[in-house]
């Protein structure tokens, strides 16, 4: 099957008892149970629940995995896959990483003795050298957040494996509609559905997918033990926004693209940071490992911090807002929002400056759009 058929129909067959289309949320804490011991294939929700099992079913096949994991957030996948390392062990994490990752790692993690070291994903030579201090894993994203660099992931997983290390990739900026990290030699791809896969704004998750049996066992297990599961409700709401998944993605990016030509050739904004532009460093690369370029613009605008404040202010359509892969398009500071935890000094040398500010780009018209971002600008130059 397509991916857009799979999207509607892995693991969502009819109920059994009622022929119902839409999986049912099962909204229950546990099981009676026939005997002592004996069950019906569930015991209690938190180590598995059908609504769950469903969306699980569905996200992996979408990922071209065999075994997905549905978590509480994003952050509770990442901190429940933490959970497999000791102290001691070593990370190696892309230097530009969303300012929540970085703050769980350095904040929480480290604390526990993990170690964890951060280069430049783009930079092969400088990863190369970086596993020679024998990480257990690696943790890419591509298109890293908010500098939308592209990373070669194919490569990246060659050099891993070639030193015992697992290369987990953070796919949430591209969804699997464009891009499946699986098929490119990961071992681990992970997602906030709370962005693209729910697509509303109206529900956090998280999700873990891989192909390896043995992983899949100790994902199951600290999944379970840690507990950071999402409810019936919330998985039931992840699943509806699976279905629709194909045919956002195509609209967010039509957008995008179309938001970004036409902001590299406004006056008031000095550099439009958008993987889907020839002239992005990484364009040919995502072309070739991918299916896309996805929704996501950065914007470095011609004015100082107070101006790009009134700009952030002045939209009516671009909500001013965190997170991001919504049907309605928002707009954020990072320095000041989502990467407020990263050091400035750390900040300025990835390019996260007072004038830099993250689009992502909704489902909306893109003329209402184009309009909007426009007498934001207008209202930013007459400040």
């Known amino acids: 099957m397509e991916f857009e058929t799979r999207a509607i129909h892995v693991g969502q067959e009819p109920e059994a008892q009622t022929g119902a289309v839409v999986v049912p949320i099962f909204q229950t804490s546990t099981y009676a149970q026939p005997d002592v011991g004996v069950h019906k294939g569930h015991e209690y929700s938190r180590t598995s629940n059908p609504t769950r099992d469903a969306l ?12 997905g994991f549905a978590f509480s957030s994003g952050m509770g996948a990442i901190g429940s896959l933490m959970t497999l390392f000791e102290a001691g062990d070593r990370v190696l994490c892309s230097d530009d990483v969303y300012g929540g990752t970085f703050r769980l790692f350095d904040k929480i993690f480290k604390n526990l003795g993990l170690v964890f070291d951060y280069v430049d994903m783009t930079d092969l030579d400088a990863v190369a050298a970086k596993l020679e201090a024998g990480p257990r894993l690696v943790w890419v ?8 660099k592209i990373c070669d992931i194919s490569a990246i997983a060659r050099l891993c494996h070639d030193r015992g290390a697992l290369l987990g990739v953070d796919n949430t900026f591209m969804s699997p509609f464009f891009q499946r990290p699986l098929e490119l030699g990961a071992d681990i791809v992970m997602h906030s559905a709370t962005k693209y896969l729910g697509g509303h704004s109206d529900v956090v998750g998280g999700i873990l997918v891989v192909a390896d049996d043995g ?24 699943l509806r926004g699976l279905k629709t998944l194909a045919l956002r993605m195509e609209r967010h990016q039509s957008n995008a693209t179309a938001v970004a030509r036409h902001l ?3 006056p008031r904004v000095r550099e439009v940071i958008y993987p889907g532009l020839e002239n992005h460093p990484g364009h040919a690369l995502q072309k070739e490992q ?13 004015a ?21 892969g919504g049907v309605e ?48 600008l207008d209202q930013m130059a007459a400040s």
């Open 264 to 266: 590299a050739a406004h």
């Open 141 to 148: 994203e591509s298109p890293t957040n908010p500098m939308l």
């Open 215 to 238: 992983l899949a066992e100790r994902i199951a297990f600290a999944q379970n033990s840690f507990g950071a599961i999402p409810g019936p409700m919330d998985s039931w709401l992840l």
């Open 56 to 67: 699980q079913t569905c996200i992996a096949s979408l990922e071209g995995g065999r075994h």
């Open 290 to 302: 991918g299916h896309g370029f996805g929704g996501m613009i950065s914007l470095r605008l011609d």
């Open 304 to 324: 100082d911090l107070e101006g790009t404040k009134t700009f952030c202010r002045a939209t009516q359509l671009f909500f001013l807002a965190e997170s991001l």
């Open 329 to 376: 398009s928002l707009l954020e500071h990072p320095a000041i929002m989502t990467h407020a935890s990263v050091p400035p000094e750390t900040r300025q040398a990835l390019g996260i400056t007072d004038n830099f500010v993250r689009l992502s780009v909704g489902i909306e018209s893109r003329e209402d759009l184009l309009a909007d971002l426009d007498q934001a």
